[in-house]
């Protein structure tokens, strides 16, 4: 057995016995208290603010205690809830991901919260985003409250398109005006045949995906038969790989898994003029970097998407305090926690995952940049394309589309005929389906 396996199972043993072990005590309650348990997601310096805020809770609920486990976002928390569950250890409400809701909604390990929503007088579905809500929705069930939603947009250096003469982006913009935009933002000063500015940093999967939906390409059909090899997906993808291959516009093959020069630091000292990303990564630019966004690039007569994803809260079909669990839930994404949120964003810059997902905080997050043009962020989140990506959560659909290494295809760093990758991507996926 591979020794880093077996330290692994290990591992996973331990942290399973634990869990078994700790279940055991908290089923030994104190007489007349309920206890919700509660896993959550949050960087070191956001632990206070959630710890003010489950007290807060547990104040204006008497004989409630919140027991929460923090998870930090790069650590797995969907092991850490499938533990949870393979072990039947109480659990209540989590703070997951979007693609990862998939797998857990297909094992019912969650609650569809629309009755909560349907016979609570005090919680209104209207206060929030109907693109925020519509993430969170598998087959007409809610799932999940999200307390922020996102995007992702494109930086643009500003002072790079002024030196070529360029005029600025506007959302609406076309695959054909992206690309052309990157050729002339792409320079070979000293014609040596090495770029000392490319047009961009990469087109990654939450680029090009949208883009395939834009085209009417899809990843299942109304059957639910993988069609991910039609001519629609294969033009697409065929787009991009152009501009790795022959434009050669991208100054990073995203394929790269260690870099000594991070993307910021090429976007921020000019090396590229545009980069795709979380809006959050702004807070690394240079403080004299003049920059902007803009919406993606979208397909002339085809549909409109962009990608969108979220954090959100759910209950657990197991939970023995499913109520209460509503209560708490609905606290969390309360305007009065979520407004809290905001001020401390303001004070440490935007460290959250996108806009708050309730429409009454839209002017909020407008405020924290007035000077840039937030509203193409709010344009991209009209149009998610999550609903179509959700499959790609299916094991069944996620472990080929790992293994073809498609990315690389499309960098131009494996030789193998796209449509006869797609093909054979395509036949293992209906394969699997069938099983």
């Known amino acids: 057995m591979n020794p ?20 055991g005590c908290a089923r030994k309650e104190e007489t007349g208290v309920k206890t919700l348990h509660f896993i959550d997601v949050n960087m070191p310096d956001e632990i206070e603010r959630m710890n003010g805020v489950i007290k807060r809770f547990e104040q204006s609920h008497p004989g409630t205690r919140i027991k929460v486990d923090y998870v930090q976002p790069a650590a797995p928390v969907r092991q850490k809830i499938l533990m949870y569950t393979t072990a039947n250890a109480p659990l209540d409400i989590v703070y997951l991901y979007d693609t990862a809701f998939v797998e857990f909604i297909n094992k019912k390990v969650f609650e569809p919260l629309n009755s909560f929503i349907d016979n609570d007088s005090t919680f209104d579905i209207d206060d929030f985003f109907p693109q925020a809500i519509e993430c969170a929705t598998f087959n007409d069930k809610i799932y999940s409250i999200p307390p922020t939603f996102g995007t992702q947009i494109i930086f643009y250096n500003k002072a790079l398109f002024k030196e070529q003469g360029l005029s600025y982006p506007q959302d609406g913009w076309s695959w054909e005006e992206f690309g052309e ?10 014609g040596d045949g090495k770029m000392e500015q490319f047009g ?21 059909d109304e059957n639910g038969v993988c069609v991910f090899n039609s001519k629609e997906v294969f033009e697409t993808l065929q787009f ?21 020069i991070s993307e910021t630091y090429l976007f921020g000292t000019g090396k590229i003029g545009m980069m795709h990303a979380d809006f959050s990564v702004y807070t690394e630019f240079p403080k004299d ?8 690039p979208e397909k002339k007569g085809g549909e409109k998407y962009f990608h969108g994803g979220f954090w959100g809260y759910a209950i657990t079909s197991s939970s023995r305090n499913k109520e209460l669990a509503w209560e708490f839930l609905k606290f969390l994404t309360s305007e009065e926690v979520l407004r809290e949120w905001t001020q401390g964003v303001k004070e440490k810059e935007w460290q959250s995952f996108g806009a708050f997902s309730r429409t009454g905080l839209k002017d909020e997050f407008l405020s924290i940049l007035p000077d840039k043009h937030l509203e193409s962020y709010l344009y991209c989140l009209k149009y998610p394309e999550f609903r179509l990506v959700q499959p790609a959560g299916m094991t ?34 209906n394969e699997n389906l069938k099983r």
């Open 4 to 23: 880093k396996y077996k330290i692994s199972c290990l591992i996973s043993l331990f942290f399973l016995l634990s869990i078994i072990i700790g279940t």
């Open 181 to 190: 935009t990157c050729r002339k933002l792409t320079i070979d000063e000293d």
């Open 200 to 220: 961009c940093l990469s087109m990654e999967v939450w680029f090009w995906m949208p883009m395939i939906f834009q085209n009417r390409g899809r990843i299942l």
């Open 240 to 260: 991009v790989k152009n501009m790795y291959t022959k434009d050669k516009v991208f100054a990073l093959m995203p394929i790269q898994t260690e870099r000594d």
């Open 289 to 296: 970097l003049d920059w902007d966004i803009v919406a993606p």
């Open 396 to 429: 069944a659909i996620s472990e080929p589309f790992s293994r073809y290494n498609l990315q690389e295809n499309l960098a131009g760093t494996t030789s193998e005929d796209l449509q006869t990758l797609l093909n054979n991507l395509t036949r293992e996926i």
